[in-house]
């Protein structure tokens, strides 16, 4: 079985920065783009940023420039580094990783969720 977990939520006040950090585990092939999402309450679930095993790089228009995202292929792990905060960066943040368990077949997978609260 695949597992995401996230780590590294909590409070901080306008203006800080925190580290979230994911860690795929168990039975995987390979990895193709890891990320993560956020839901905050009342409103849809929505990308924040991911990053291709090559590199590449996607971000939610209102936090570019203010979070960066990096990834360590062999260890199947993601990070997202959210600085600058503000109180509409609140909800919960979900990591997401594409990846296989078996040579061509890519499956998504998402963690449990780690709470982010930013006070004004």
């Known amino acids: 079985q695949v597992q995401l977990v996230e780590s590294g939520g909590g409070l901080v006040q306008a203006g800080g920065s925190l580290r979230l950090s994911c860690a795929a585990s168990?039975?995987?092939?390979?990895?193709?783009?890891m990320g993560w999402y956020r839901q905050a309450p009342g409103n849809q679930r929505e990308l924040v940023a991911t990053i291709t095993s090559g590199g590449i790089t996607n971000f939610l228009g209102s936090v570019k420039g203010r979070f960066t995202i990096s990834r360590d292929n062999a260890k199947n792990t993601v990070n997202l580094q959210m600085n600058s905060l503000k109180p509409e960066d609140t909800a919960v943040y979900y990591c997401n990783a594409d990846l296989s368990i078996w040579p061509g077949v890519t499956q998504t997978y998402w963690g449990q969720g780690t709470q982010v609260t930013v006070s004004s």
């Open positions: 168990g039975n995987i092939f390979s990895v193709s783009a």
